[in-house]
């Protein structure tokens, strides 16, 4: 069984129609994150952007304000998820079937206004697991395309369930120093112990970094080793 990767990029800044660019250029697939704006004061990109990159990619649902939802009363909540999820789907005409916490924070009664908005699977920001996991609103991600400190790694790992296979691959994020290196090396663990590498970030970071001659190796890399690129639901579904 090849290894299937997906990809997920949060915020709806304007640079992800760069992200988009280099996705499409070595055939990879992945899911943006995107609210209708930024109550931190960044750029989101306009709807005619939007509708023209939700023609190749999966677009999620991400609040309407981009807020802390577990911070708001349940009824303010509700109307951030609902209120986007309606938006994105009015604005591409195609489903939105995944959602993505804001800064990963949630709490059951968040999770289930997610559920109950439509949304069949929600990603969180945990790190270093190599499977989509039996909790469909509480999905696990691989590794962050963003050169984190090895104290940032460790902070990362306790707020994670504890199991063998994200101890193998927090022991390989900790192990190599460079942030190509360690994208290859949890690719290739992925592989043998859970068969899903879930790649994310956000384009802000990447401009703010230019870190893109980065991303267009590693895609370049991963679409040598022939695996099987998929949107986040799809990744989601099949495993």
Known sequence: MSLVVTTSWDD???????????????????????????????????????????????????????????????????????GNKAWIEGLTGRASPCFCYVRGRYNAAIAGLVREAGYTHARTVATFSPLVGDKPLEVPTTLQLYPHAKLSYAKMFRRGDLSFARMRLFGAALAEGDLERRIERLADLSEGLGGCFHLWGHSWELEELNLWALLDRVLARLAARHVKFATNHEAFRAH
Request: a negative charge; zero cysteines; charged letters at 25%.
């Open 12 to 82: 709806g800044y304007p640079a992800d129609l760069r992200v988009a660019e280099l996705l499409s250029k070595h055939g990879a697939r992945g899911t943006f994150y995107v609210p209708n704006r930024n109550a931190e004061g960044r750029p989101v990109m306009g709807e005619s952007d939007l509708k023209r990159l939700a023609t190749a990619f999966e677009i999620g649902g991400h609040s309407l304000d981009h807020v802390v939802l577990t911070t708001l009363p349940l009824d303010e909540a509700r109307r951030q998820i609902e």
